[in-house]
């Protein structure tokens, strides 16, 4: 009897240490950090079963599907919502968990810079791999009818600015925000307008904003050229601003702006031809376009630039030629 006690106790005492050290490795597995060498990022598709994405984290080298996480999957059955997620350096299962039941997918940013064209923008677009490509094979002409807008020009449609997205995302739906947010901005902006400029509608205003933005790339000036513009168109003259012309030679810039290129007429050529041109020229940023509605008051006709990203403002044709060899012609001698 005594030994059958003394069995009984001896099973008792390595049922209970079994149990210690199975309940000490299921704690331990729900509290160490998954990926202590740093953070991955996970992707899970619609319909996605809790063990299909164990078996992700079993391919990117973090775990592997053994009892634990199928205990865990009958104990918790969590409810995984679908998205890319990024695991921290320090997350633990039960984190990881709480991470994919929450649906905090990880943000991306993609940024429209000012003064980009259409071209450039679509460029970056199709370079970015984390988006989905439906806008490739569309021409100019076909991506604004996909967005409503058939009689718009695509130059200068689009606002720079920074746009978060969450995957999966496509070129499609940023150009669709930004094109919105274009449209609303460029509205209110041409309803709160200084009173008495020269301009028959609000497109005109985009297409002056994209000049402004085109020739400085300073808040402080922009004004400042938007009011040399203004009085120009006020005053017929000619508004003469190179970037006009690169733009109208398109692939035929060389680089390089030469006087032949000025004299070359063409729709986007300023020297040769008055008024705005018949397009925007680039995609202008607020600040430029606001600036375009609020030009600033004063007696200058023109600027010249001094070759550190700055202009100086001249009222009169003499001090802008002096103004122009002491900038340009001296430096280039």
Not at 158 to 166: G, I, K, R, V
């Amino acid at each position: 009897m005594r030994k059958l006690i003394f069995i009984f106790l001896v099973l008792a005492v390595l049922a209970a240490t079994a149990a210690g050290m199975l309940l000490h490795d299921w704690k331990s597995f729900r509290q160490q950090p998954l990926n202590p060498d740093g953070p991955v990022q996970l992707w899970l598709a619609e319909g996605s079963s809790f063990r299909s994405m164990v078996r992700q984290l079993e391919a990117l080298g973090l775990t592997r599907l053994d009892w634990r996480w199928r205990l865990l999957g009958r104990l918790q059955a969590p409810a995984l919502k679908a998205g890319e997620y990024r695991i921290h350096q320090a997350a633990s299962v039960d984190e990881l968990v709480a991470l994919l039941e929450s649906g905090r997918v990880r943000r991306h940013q993609f940024t429209i810079v000012e003064g980009w064209s259409v071209a450039e923008l679509r460029a970056a677009l199709a370079a970015d791999s984390r988006l989905q490509h439906r806008t490739g094979e569309l021409d100019e002409e076909q991506l604004m009818a996909k967005l409503d807008c058939a009689e718009c020009p695509a130059e200068g449609w689009f606002l720079p600015e920074s746009y978060h997205f969450t995957r999966p995302a496509s070129d499609f739906s940023l150009l669709q925000r930004a094109h919105r947010a274009m449209k609303e901005l460029l509205g209110q902006t041409w309803v709160e307008r200084a009173p008495g400029l020269p301009l028959d509608d609000a497109y005109q205003l985009l297409v002056l904003a994209s000049l402004i933005e085109r020739e400085t790339g300073l808040d402080p000036e922009r004004k400042l050229v938007a009011g040399v513009f203004v009085r120009r168109l006020a005053q017929g003259m000619r508004l003469q601003t190179d970037p006009t012309v690169i733009y109208g030679l398109g692939d035929e810039f060389s680089g390089r702006l030469t006087r032949a290129n000025l004299r070359t007429d063409h729709a986007w050529n300023t020297y040769t031809r008055s008024g705005l041109p018949p397009t925007p020229i680039a995609l202008p940023g607020k600040a430029s376009l606001r600036a375009a509605a609020h030009p600033a008051d004063g007696p200058h006709l023109y600027f010249v630039s001094r070759g550190d990203g700055s202009h100086h403002f001249s009222a009169t044709l003499e001090e802008h030629n002096a103004a122009v060899n002491r900038y340009i012609r001296r430096k280039s001698q």
